[in-house]
């Protein structure tokens, strides 16, 4: 059996937290400077994919938030399922806790979201509500980069905990875009979708281990999925979690471990910093404006600062005292209280959702200027409270 190469995760996922960031002030600059005629139409720029008589046609931005980020999805598949196959989910009750947490950290954002702008709708048409989901999410790349400032101090059971928080929460937003960020679903597209999802299960049940049936599918069922007013992006989860854990008899390593080792570059260096650039772009002039500041970046700051540590600490402290879960090994309830923190940095599925509910227009531009305020404020709140728990010394802090 094949060992999950969990400091190759561990070192991808902090790695790609400066090109992530480079990428964020390159077009939050873009935008603001001259630059910014040049940068929108790059972002429209049409791009056309023609296969015989049928064409897909959509701007760059398209591409990037629903093409690109599929192979994002894609990857957060893959770390779901090889931590369920082998890694930090092979002990139920330490696995437990980051689902718990996971949980607590998308319900009370939520919940704080939804009483924010409920309070101030004021009349308003109710379209404020959809964005209800932007503030649950948590961006794996900043915070495990944010958490490696603290390396030689932070015990490597406390990096698996806020990776394994930041997965399960990822993977609790990809059901949200399924669910709730969807068109209606037409009968051929849905035929479409079945056949491609049986496809996936039949190439799972006889353990191929060549991944082109795999790769040919998902792009199927990704057509399919677009066709039929489904995000499309969650192909990629689909198409992860189909490929086999277990290597082949005539093969050394697993299918699984061969695609995330191929995978993760693009995503960490590429993939999530094209995505950043594209949607960093928040105009901060139109900030000079008192009624951008609305319901809707209050909702966000709010649920991202307050919300996610509030949720995750919650749900956490109420799994350990019910015996559901356990404190992972050398982790101590202080620093989960500072990991919490860290989850309320939303930014890449943040701005993807934020995207998703308001399409363009002043509600996604409060939207954006939420999730900045509200990463940043998180970041720097993690940060701060890493550097006070960490530096205790061992057996100081209270354990479990």
Not at 184 to 197: L, Q, R, S, W
Not at 348 to 376: K, N
Request: glycine share 10%.
């Amino acid at each position: 059996m094949s060992v999950f190469p969990v400091k190759l995760l561990l070192r991808a996922k902090t790695d790609s937290g400066l090109p992530l960031g480079a990428a964020a002030v390159l077009g939050l600059v873009a935008a603001n400077t001259p630059l910014a005629e040049m940068y929108d139409a790059f972002l429209t720029l049409p791009v056309i994919i023609t296969v015989g008589t049928a064409e897909i046609g959509h701007d760059l931005r398209f591409w990037i938030n629903d093409g690109l980020m599929t192979v994002f999805f894609f990857l957060i598949g893959l770390e779901v399922k090889r931590a369920y196959a082998h890694g930090t989910a092979a002990h139920r009750e330490q696995a437990a806790l980051p689902v718990f947490a996971a949980l607590g950290g998308v319900l009370v954002p939520a919940l704080i979201f939804l009483a924010v702008n409920t309070a101030a709708l004021n009349g308003e048409a109710p379209m404020v509500l959809r964005g209800w989901a932007v503030p649950t999410a948590t961006d794996i790349a900043f915070a495990l980069a944010v958490l490696a400032l603290f390396r030689g101090r932070a015990a490597a059971s406390l990096k698996l905990f806020l990776m394994a928080l930041a997965i399960a929460d990822d993977l609790i937003a990809v059901l949200i875009v399924a669910v709730f960020y969807t068109g209606t679903m037409a009968p051929a597209p849905f035929v479409a979708i079945m056949i491609g999802i049986a496809v996936l299960a039949a190439l799972h049940r006889f353990r191929i281990s060549a991944s082109v049936p795999y790769l040919l599918t998902g792009v199927g069922l990704w057509v399919a999925l677009l066709a039929a007013g489904v995000h499309p992006t969650v192909a990629g989860v689909m198409t992860a979690l189909a490929i086999p854990s277990d290597p082949h008899p005539h093969r050394r390593r697993a299918l699984l471990t061969r695609m995330y080792e191929a995978v993760h570059d693009h995503v960490s260096f590429f993939v999530l910093p094209l995505f950043a650039f594209a949607n960093a772009g928040l105009p901060l002039a139109a900030f000079a404006d008192a009624a951008q500041w609305n319901s809707v970046a209050l909702g966000v700051f709010l649920g991202l600062v307050v919300g996610k540590p509030l949720g995750v600490v919650v749900a956490s402290m109420l799994a350990l005292w019910s015996g559901l879960a356990k404190l992972p090994e050398h982790v101590t309830r202080t620093q989960l209280f500072a990991c919490s923190l860290l989850a309320g940095i939303g930014f890449t599925m943040s701005l993807f959702i934020g995207g998703l509910a308001f399409g363009t227009g002043m509600h996604e531009t409060a939207s954006r200027g939420g999730v900045f305020a509200g990463s940043l404020v998180s970041a720097l709140l993690g940060y701060l409270a890493l550097k006070r728990v960490l530096a205790e010394p061992e057996g100081t802090a209270g354990r479990a």
